[in-house]
């Protein structure tokens, strides 16, 4: 069973910040691996505005594990009849203590046909501190009604200040019901995959 | 500075439309997409029919929905409008930006309470026709 779930979060991996808050009352459990760290997360939205929830990480770069207790506030949100802009600020505290936390925004824009996104986190810790930043763009080849599977095809390029460089590989997002899962890959990074679950 | 002026009671005029539908129609088993005031519903009819089949003694809310662009926003507010025990049937056309909400005839329908229930799960109902089966 331990197996079971662990595997389920590991392939739920990748975006974990697509959507970081859900409907009011909803709940959502991500997974995320890259060659920085593996996390799962859950969190909680009493409100569609903010959520709560709980991150545990294991970092390969620092070879070490630790828990965040997160909260996400959607900044500002735009919808329009074709589209959705969204504006959030995400941070966290770990388990380390007070003295290590992050902070940061992200953003996205979507339509059914397209979707453009953003992110800059900021971590805070003893041994050294690094700074994420990644962008994405995205397109649907085809519009699914609700309820269908639904595909993109996402161009994702990120860089952490860990390693200095940036990063530009495809990924491939299937959204089913309450399920996504997302699967990237390149060279450097190996398999970018997330997976995510609401409920 | 009369440009200015013009401008301003245009503006005023736009701003004192009310914005919101809330009239009953009444349809006879299938959709019509004109109605009788001349106003297209932009609903699909193929759709609109197999959601109504099988409904008696109900009226329709066709709820028109901005930021509606993925299942997940589907989804929390199917969640929602099932909680609501007056709700008979739900259908979400994501092409359309519709929801569309089957009640008792006997529900007095509130355009304000679906606004919230929408607004809850982050989107904007921007108006609302109802129709009579």
Same mark, same amino acid.
């Given at each position: ?48 505005? *903010?959520?709560?929830?709980v991150?545990?990480?294991?970092n390969? *770069? ?18 329009s ?7 959030y ?35 805070e ?21 609700y ?9 994702k ?7 200095n ?35 | ?28 088993g299938?959709?019509?997409?004109q109605?009788?005031?001349g ?81 809850i ?13």
């Amino acid at each position: 069973m331990g197996i079971k779930l662990f595997i389920i979060l590991t392939f739920m991996s990748l975006g974990l910040d697509a959507r970081p808050i859900s409907y009011s009352g909803g709940s959502t459990i991500m997974a995320f691996s890259d060659n920085i760290k593996n996390s799962t997360y859950y969190h909680y939205s009493p409100s569609y505005k *903010y959520s709560i929830g709980v991150e545990n990480i294991k970092n390969k *770069y620092f070879d070490e594990s630790y828990s965040y207790a997160r909260f996400t506030y959607l900044i500002n949100r735009k919808n329009s009849q074709n589209s959705q802009r969204n504006l959030y600020f995400q941070s966290g505290i770990s388990s380390k203590g007070l003295s290590e936390y992050f902070y940061g925004v992200h953003g996205d824009w979507e339509t059914r046909r397209l979707f453009v996104g953003f992110g800059l986190k900021e971590t805070e810790k003893k041994i050294k501190n690094y700074l994420e930043q990644y962008y994405q763009i995205g397109i649907a080849p085809y519009l699914g009604d609700y309820g269908d599977l639904h595909t993109w095809i996402m161009l994702k390029s990120k860089k952490n200040s860990l390693e200095n460089n940036w990063t530009t590989y495809p990924a491939l997002k299937f959204f089913k019901g309450n399920t996504l899962i997302e699967v990237g890959y390149h060279k450097k990074i190996n398999w970018d995959v997330h997976l995510m679950y609401r409920f | 500075m009369k440009k200015l002026l013009f401008l301003s009671i245009f503006t005023s005029i736009i701003w004192a439309e009310n914005p919101h539908e809330h009239m009953h129609h009444s349809h006879e088993g299938h959709l019509h997409e004109q109605l009788v005031d001349g106003k297209k519903l932009e609903v699909d009819p193929v759709r609109f029919d197999k959601f109504v089949m099988g409904l008696k003694n109900s009226q329709i809310a066709v709820v028109n929905v901005q930021g509606m662009v993925c299942d997940f926003c589907a989804r929390g507010i199917e969640k929602t409008f099932k909680k609501d025990k007056n709700v008979k049937k739900i259908d979400v056309d994501l092409s359309k930006g519709k929801v569309l909400i089957a009640y008792n005839n006997n529900k007095k329908i509130k355009f304000d309470d679906i606004k919230e229930k929408i607004l809850i799960n982050g989107q904007n109902a921007i108006d609302m026709t109802i129709l009579d089966l």
